[in-house]
């Protein structure tokens, strides 16, 4: 496997802050990540609405296998040269019910917690932030006050 694709909530702070983390770690395959309600997303894997992406991260490997909730989250651990122990561990029969309880937990909590911890989504960034081009050419980054 050499790909990744990570179909995640672009509204939700905790699942972009996610998207974040996992870009700045080393990993041993390429992540690529589309918001699960993207035209580019529904191409890739046109059952991804029948499979609750709302709900729970839906994980895509380059062959088409599909991983969800727990089994989601171990294999983008698994993506990860830190944390592919980690990965094994929560794999392992002893630990797939703590993990599932876990992933379960957060998932349907993670607009809260996003909320708790002031976890800003992917969505709120882009819509906070404009260009505008300038008359050399250039552009500069503008933000738009939030009333």
């Known amino acids: 496997m050499n790909t990744l694709t990570i179909f995640y909530d672009a509204r939700c702070g905790l699942c972009s802050r996610f998207r974040r983390w996992m870009l700045e770690q080393a990993a041993y395959v390429r992540l690529e990540f589309l918001s699960y309600d993207s035209v580019q997303a529904l191409q890739r894997c046109p059952d991804l609405p029948n499979l609750r992406a709302d709900q729970e991260i839906v994980v895509m490997g380059d062959d088409g296998s599909l991983w969800q909730g727990a089994g989601a989250w171990v294999t983008c651990l698994w993506a990860l040269r830190e944390y592919r122990e980690w990965s094994l561990r929560f794999a392992s029969p002893p630990m797939q019910q703590i993990a ?14 996003s909320h708790l911890l002031r976890l800003r989504s992917d969505d709120a960034l882009r819509a906070q932030i404009t260009e505008t081009v300038c008359e050399n050419g250039s552009c500069a980054v503008e933000t738009r006050n939030e009333a």
Request: charged share 20%.
């Open 100 to 113: 599932r309880r876990m992933v379960h937990w957060i998932s349907s909590n993670r607009i809260g917690l």
